[in-house]
Nanobody, 129 residues
Framework: QVQLVESGGGSVQAGGSLRLSCAASGYTYSSNCMGWFRQAPGKEREGVAAIYTGGGSTYYADSVKGRFTISQDNAKNMAYLQMNSLKPEDTAMYYC??????????????????????WGQGTQVTVSS
């Protein structure tokens, strides 16, 4: 059974940084891609960043480009989200997700939640002004 466990969330002031980690385990097949998503109260879950596990290509939502960086350590089955220059509007529950098995989603679908079949429980990020 695939399990994803996020860590690294917390409370910071605007302009600060946080690094989220996602530990993956239980893979029978290699993941196609890993993604970070977030959901604020009363809002839909939105894709923040994603990375193809094999090639390492990365994709970002416009709202975080230049501030967030997704990375991975395939040897450790880890994914990371470095978040810099945080803003109050970044406040949300952040989720790690993996697409395992089947065909890799195309780049234009990498930030679509329905493309992912495994999810972590989330880690809260709160940014105060």
């Amino acid at each position: 059974q695939v399990q994803l466990v996020e860590s690294g969330g917390g409370s910071v002031q605007a302009g600060g940084s946080l690094r989220l980690s996602c530990a993956a385990s239980g893979y029978t097949y290699s993941s196609n891609c890993m993604g970070w998503f977030r959901q604020a109260p009363g809002k839909e879950r939105e894709g923040v960043a994603a990375i193809y596990t094999g090639g390492g290509s990365t994709y970002y939502a416009d709202s975080v480009k230049g501030r967030f960086t997704i990375s991975q350590d395939n040897a450790k089955n880890m994914a990371y989200l470095q978040m810099n220059s945080l803003k109050p509007e970044d406040t949300a529950m952040y989720y790690c997700a993996a697409d395992v098995g089947g065909v890799s989603p195309p780049p234009f679908n990498l930030l679509v939640p329905d493309e992912y079949n495994y999810w972590g429980q989330g880690t809260q990020v709160t940014v105060s002004s």
